[in-house]
Each structure stands twice: as structure tokens, then as C-alpha cells.
């Protein structure tokens, strides 16, 4: 029977390389925001499964909020455009906001809605990926907590997904590229 580990070319990141790499970022968040509460963004779907490893193991309170957002024309030619699917529940002025990526590619995705959330008047506001791409930058976004800066792969799984699939590997893989070029 064919398994999805069967279309990944190679692991990059571990279970164990990823759960010490997100304490390292709890480290720094803990350290930044002590006596303060955390208003964390995450932005579905692909950043549903660090966020929640993530916020365990931050110690000051968390309150949690989604985004969904898709890019127009994602792939072949990207227009700059975003769409918000899904927006927040509640508002955000004067709180202290973390938006929470899986990965910053072009940077599209981010700088928009970093604009929108901007225009809320938060307290404060920061952005954490566990994946940056510089190599594929497009527009310019500060990343203030980063896990790894990755080549220019086709990265699936911890959330990551090709075509939705492939999200729930406990891993990070380069996908083999006879998966997406048929
Ligand atoms: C992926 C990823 C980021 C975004 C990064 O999401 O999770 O949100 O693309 O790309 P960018 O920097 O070029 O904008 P996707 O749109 O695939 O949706 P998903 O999270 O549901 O997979
Ligand atoms: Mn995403
Ligand atoms: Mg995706």
C-alpha cells in the first residue's frame, strides 16, 4: 500500500529538531512578553499545528484567534492580491498581538494582512513563522521570531500541506518533485 512517507524525498526537520525548535521561540516569546497577555493570530490552516505546540509552551495567558486568508493566482503567477476567508472574532486594540505562520514565502500573505491588523490599533504587534523562504521574498516582511530560514524546496508536512494533503505528518519533508510536476 502506498503511504505518504512514500512521496517524501527526504525529512528536514524531525519530531524532536521541531519540538526543540519551538521551545527555543517559547524561550524568547516568554522572555519578550513577561507580565503581559498574548493575543495569538494564527492563520489557517497551514499554521494550525505549530500554533498549538507552540502556545503550550509559552507560560504567560493566551488567547487564541484564527485567520484564513488565500492568495489569488497562488503559484503560476501571484497578483498580490489576498482575500480574507475567515476574520478575527473579537477586536484587537490595545492588545498585544502575535501573528503565527507555518512559512513566509512571498511574503504576500503576511505584509496584507499585517496592514489590516495594523489598522485595528493594537498594542503591539509581532509576527512569528517556524519557516522563513528569503529566497522567494517578493515583498518585504520583518519576521520577528523565526525558527528556520529553509532552501527552496517544496516543504510538506507539520501543517504544511501540497494540494491539502500531507499536513499531519509529525515531520517536515522535501516533497519529491514527481508528486506536483505530472
Ligand atoms: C501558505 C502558508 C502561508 C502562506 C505563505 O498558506 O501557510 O500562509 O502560504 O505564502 P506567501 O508568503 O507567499 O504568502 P496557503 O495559502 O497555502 O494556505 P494554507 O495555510 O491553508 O495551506
Ligand atoms: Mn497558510
Ligand atoms: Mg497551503
Known amino acids: 500500500m502506498k503511504t505518504m512517507q512514500d512521496d517524501i524525498q527526504s525529512v528536514l526537520y524531525t519530531e524532536e529538531q521541531l519540538k526543540e525548535c519551538v521551545q527555543k ?3 524568547k516569546i516568554n522572555k519578550d512578553y513577561e507580565g503581559k497577555e498574548i493575543y495569538a493570530i494564527g492563520i489557517l490552516k497551514g499554521a494550525m499545528i505549530f500554533y498549538a505546540d507552540l502556545v503550550r509552551a509559552i507560560n504567560v495567558p493566551v488567547a487564541f484567534d484564527f485567520m ?3 492568495s489569488y493566482g497562488k503559484g503560476a ?3 498580490g492580491e489576498v482575500k ?5 472574532d473579537f477586536s484587537i486594540e490595545g492588545k498585544h498581538v502575535i501573528v503565527i505562520e507555518d512559512i513566509v514565502d512571498s511574503g504576500l500573505t503576511l505584509s496584507y494582512l499585517l496592514r489590516v491588523l495594523q489598522s485595528r490599533h493594537p498594542a503591539s504587534i509581532k509576527l512569528c513563522a517556524l519557516l522563513n523562504k528569503p529566497e522567494r521574498r517578493e515583498v518585504d516582511v520583518k519576521v520577528d521570531y523565526v525558527g528556520y530560514d529553509v532552501p527552496n524546496e517544496f516543504l510538506v508536512g507539520y501543517g504544511l500541506d501540497y494540494a491539502s494533503k500531507y499536513r499531519n505528518l509529525p515531520y517536515i519533508g522535501i516533497l519529491k518533485p514527481e508528486v506536483y510536476t505530472k
Open 68 to 70: 484564513a486568508a488565500s
Open 77 to 79: 503567477s501571484s497578483s
Open 25 to 27: 521561540i517559547a524561550d
Open 84 to 88: 480574507i476567508l475567515k476574520d478575527l
